[in-house]
Nanobody, 120 residues
Framework: QVQLVESGGGLVQAGGSLRLSCVASEPASAYHMGWFQQAPGKEREFVASISWDGVTTYYADSVKGRFTISRDNAKNTVYLQMNSLKPEDTGVYYC??????????????WGQGTQVTVSS
């Protein structure tokens, strides 16, 4: 069972940037990966996903042009570069992995999450 560990969250002012990282405990090249956000009082929502080879990416409309998902399989790591952050980007960000590339929260494996707080 693959374990995922997120890092890189924190407190940032609106307009600022953060880069989240997710390290997998076994070769990340075996999995498609995704990032999801859970805002306070809301359900977990799709942010971005990337195919095992990095060729195919998907983004939620709300983050297109601001966030970039990427991966380094040699480091078993997936990244989420978050620019032009807005207060509505606040929430816990979860990394996920699975054998199906999707925008749904049906990934098999999940990390514990990292908190992102954007102040206005």
């Amino acid at each position: 069972q693959v374990q995922l560990v997120e890092s890189g969250g924190g407190l940032v002012q609106a307009g600022g940037s953060l880069r989240l990282s997710c390290v997998a405990s076994e070769p990340a090249s075996a999995y498609h990966m995704g990032w999801f956000q859970q805002a306070p009082g809301k359900e977990r929502e799709f942010v971005a996903s990337i195919s095992w080879d990095g060729v195919t990416t998907y983004y939620a409309d709300s983050v297109k042009g601001r966030f970039t998902i990427s991966r380094d399989n040699a480091k078993n790591t997936v990244y989420l570069q978050m620019n032009s952050l807005k207060p509505e980007d606040t929430g816990v960000y979860y990394c996920s992995a699975g054998h199906l590339l999707t925008t749904q929260s049906t990934y098999r494996y999940w990390g514990q999450g990292t908190q992102v707080t954007v102040s206005s």
